[in-house]
C-alpha cells in the first residue's frame, strides 16, 4: 500500500510543526495577571460594572488599552448612550510572586488616583518616588484601585525594583489571580519547554536518519519538503503576517485616530439593516436637517446623514456583515475588534497574491518570496493593513487586475530567465499566442476594474493601467473593452447614486472635488512613511521608493506604471494636508516587489553601494524603533552599526577574491537579518512605540 504523496506529506508536516511551535511559543509565553473589574461612576454616583477581566501586568503607560475596555464592550441596551467617556473606576485582586526576600521598592505612575495594597497594607507612595517594602518570599496578597475622573487620559504603571535590579514594570510572571492559576501558569511553562525541547529533538532525528537512508520514512519526508519548499515558505509568510497583524489589533492603530474607520462599518450596517447607506460625512452640509443627526459618541463628534455618498459602498458591504454576524443590533455596535477583520484577511490574501504578482513582473522565486517577507514584517505596513478603509480591498484588485493582464499577454517572466532580472518584452512586442485566454484575461481585469471604481474613486486607476498596458501590448480590442467597462461602471454608480438622491450625490461630488487644496507639496508629502497623519517608518519607506527606483532601471521598469499612475492620482486628488498614510496601501505590493528585487540582487552580489543604502534607510529605521531609546541613541551603538554596516564589504574593494565575497554576502544577509527580527520586535511592542513614535519626529 503506498503511502500519501509527497506534496501531501509535506503539507502534513508542515502543519504538524506550525501548530508544534505555535503551541508550545504559547504555553512557554503564558503569564499570570490580575483579576480586573472595570466600572464607571453613574449620574447618581453608583458604580456599575462593565467588564470583568484578566490583566498580565498593570503596564499601561498609553491610554489606549484602558480605555478600549469601556468602548469595546459598552452595553447601549444597559449603560444608555455614552456622549463623554464616564468617569471610570478599576480594581484590581490578586497574588503578588516574591521570588526572594528583601527590601522591594514600589513606583506609581498614574493620571488620576491610584491606591496599591500588599498584604492588607497600603503603600504610600509618592509622586515621582518609589516606597520600600521588606516582604519575604513566596505569595503576597496585593490590591490596587485606580479611579480616573472623565476628562483625563488613562495612565497607569505599576513598578518594583527587586534586590539588584532596576525599577520596572512588574512582569505578568510574578502575578496571579489566585494560587491555583499561579501553579497552572508554571505548569503550563513547563509543558511549553518540554515540548519545545521534545519537538527539536523529533526534528533532529528525522534529518539524521533521513540523510542516513534517503529511502525510509524520514528521507521521504526530506524529499517531500525539499519538493515542496517554496510553497511552505509562502505558507510561513503568511502565518507569520497573521500572528502580526494580530498582535494588539484593536488597539494600534488607536481608536479614533481616524474615525473613518467607523465610516465604512456604519454606511455597512445601515444598508443590510436598512436598505439605505448612512455613516457620519465630511459635508454635512449638503444635506437637509432632517436627514442628518448630530452626536457625541466617548466624547467626539459625528454628523450622521443618509443617504451617504463620500465613499462607493463594495468595501463597507462586507465590514457592515461581518459587525452584523458578530452580533452588531446597532450601528454602534460595530466595533474595531470586529470591523479591522476585514482588512486583515485581504492583507493575508494579499500575501498570496503578491507572490504572483512578483513572479509576473519578472522575480525569480526568492525574489518573490523575499517580496512577500518585506510586504508581511514591515511595521508601517502592517498597521496601515490593520485600518478599516477601502483601499485594502482596492490593493487587492489593484494586484489581481495586473496579473491577470500580465500573465495572460506575455509580459510574464519568461522561463529560464534569471532571477530578479525579469524577462518582460518591450512594451511595443507583438502580444503573445492565445487570443483567447488574452481576450478573458482582459475581460477579468475589466471587471476588476468596475469592482475597484465601486470601491474608492481613486480605483479608477486600475482600468486606466490595465488599458495601457494592452494598448502597449498592441490589443486595442482589449483596451477598449476595459475602458467601456470603466465607463459602464461608473454609470451603475451614478445610478446607484440617482436611486437615492440625485441632488445630494452631485452635491457631494462638487463639495469633493471643490474642498482640495492640491499644490505641489502633495507631491512631496508622497515621499513620507505614514500609518493616518504622523510620520512612521520613514527610512523604511524611503528604501521602498529607493528599490522602485533601482527596479525601474532594470528589467522591471514595467513597475513604474501603477507607481506612477496611482501616486499621480493621489497628488492631484487629495488635499495635500492631509495624504494619509493608508492612500499607499495600494502602492505597496508594487513597492515589496521592487523591494524583493533588489534584496534578491542585493544578497547574491553584495554589493557596497546597494547593502549601504539599505542599511542606513531601512535597517536604521527598523532599529529606531526596536532598540530601547537609550540604547538606540548612544554614540556606541551608532559606531557598532557603522562597523557592521561597513566592515564586510572593505575588504572585497581592496581584493574581489571568493573568500572576500563570501564574507560581504555574509554581511548582506547578518544586515537582512537585522532588518527582519528589529521588525518583529518593533511589532511586538507596538502600543508603547507607536504612541512615542521614537526616532521619528
Known sequence: ?????????????????????????????????????????????????????????????????????????????????????PPCVIRWRGLLAVPEAGAYRFGLDAAGEATVVIDGEALAIPKDAAAARPLNAGLHDIALEYRLAAA??????????????????????????DRSEY??????????????????????????????????????????????????????????????????????????????????????????????????????????????????????????????????????????????????????????????????????????????????????????????????????????????????????????????????????????????????????????????????????????????????????????AVAIVLAGRRRWRDAGLVVALACAGVALYAAYGAAYDAGILMKILHAQSTSKSVSMEAFSDLLSGKVVVKWFGRGTYLWLLLAAAVAARGRARALLLPLVLYGTILALTADHRVIYGWYRLPLYPFLCVAAGLYLDRMLDEADLASTFAFAVTAVVSALLYALPEPIGQAKEVAWLFAAMALAPFLPRLVSDRPWTARLAR????????VFLLANLATVRNLLPIYAASRGVQ
Open 183 to 464: 501553579a497552572a501558569a508554571g505548569a503550563r511553562r513547563t509543558r511549553g519547554w518540554v515540548m519545545a525541547a521534545a519537538g527539536l529533538l523529533a526534528a533532529a532525528i528525522i534529518v539524521v536518519l533521513g540523510r542516513r537512508a534517503p529511502a525510509g520514512p524520514a528521507g521521504r519526508i526530506l524529499e517531500a519538503v525539499a519538493v515542496e519548499r517554496p510553497r511552505l515558505a509562502l505558507a510561513g509568510i503568511v502565518l507569520l503576517a497573521a500572528i502580526l497583524r494580530f498582535h494588539d489589533y484593536a488597539l494600534v492603530p488607536f481608536h479614533h485616530e481616524t474615525a473613518d474607520e467607523y465610516q465604512h462599518a456604519w454606511e455597512g450596517w445601515h444598508l443590510l439593516h436598512e436598505g439605505t447607506p448612512a455613516a457620519w460625512s465630511t459635508f454635512p452640509d449638503a444635506y437637509p436637517a432632517d436627514q442628518t443627526r448630530d452626536f457625541r459618541w466617548f466624547g467626539d463628534r459625528y454628523i450622521l446623514v443618509r443617504p451617504y455618498f463620500d465613499h462607493p459602498p463594495l468595501f463597507s458591504i462586507p465590514v457592515g456583515l461581518i459587525c452584523s454576524l458578530a452580533g452588531a443590533r446597532t450601528f454602534l455596535d460595530c466595533s474595531l475588534p470586529v470591523m479591522r477583520l476585514v482588512p486583515i484577511l485581504l492583507s493575508l490574501f494579499g500575501v498570496v497574491l503578491l507572490h504572483r504578482l512578483a513572479r509576473a513582473y519578472g522575480a525569480g522565486e526568492r525574489g518573490a518570496l523575499l517580496a512577500c517577507l518585506v510586504y508581511a514584517t514591515v511595521p508601517v505596513i502592517v498597521l496601515a493593513q490593520r485600518l478599516v478603509k477601502a483601499e485594502s480591498l482596492l490593493a487587492i484588485l489593484f494586484m489581481a487586475a495586473m496579473i491577470a493582464v500580465r500573465e495572460r499577454t506575455g509580459e510574464a517572466q519568461e522561463p529560464g530567465a534569471a532571477p530578479g532580472t525579469g524577462a518582460a518584452p518591450e512594451s511595443g512586442a507583438p502580444a503573445a499566442a492565445g487570443g483567447g485566454g488574452s481576450r478573458r484575461a482582459a475581460l477579468w481585469a475589466g471587471i476588476l476594474g468596475v469592482l475597484a471604481i465601486w470601491t474608492k474613486a481613486t480605483g479608477i486607476v486600475v482600468p486606466v
Open 1 to 85: 500500500m503506498s503511502g500519501p504523496s509527497p506534496r501531501r506529506l509535506a503539507w502534513v508536516v508542515a502543519v504538524i510543526a506550525a501548530v508544534w511551535l505555535m503551541t508550545s511559543a504559547s504555553l512557554i509565553d503564558t503569564g499570570g495577571g490580575l483579576a480586573g473589574l472595570y466600572s464607571f461612576v453613574g449620574a447618581d454616583g453608583r458604580e456599575v460594572e462593565v467588564l470583568r477581566r484578566s490583566d498580565a501586568a498593570i503596564d499601561f503607560p498609553t491610554p489606549q488599552r484602558l480605555d478600549a475596555a469601556y468602548i469595546f464592550n459598552w452595553d447601549y441596551s444597559r449603560f444608555g448612550f455614552p456622549g463623554e467617556k
Open 666 to 673: 555574509a554581511g548582506a544577509m547578518v544586515l537582512f537579518i
Open 152 to 177: 483625563v487620559d488613562a495612565r497607569l504603571v505599576l513598578s518594583w525594583q527587586p534586590p539588584g535590579r532596576r525599577l520596572a514594570p512588574i512582569p505578568s510572571i510574578y502575578l496571579a489571580a
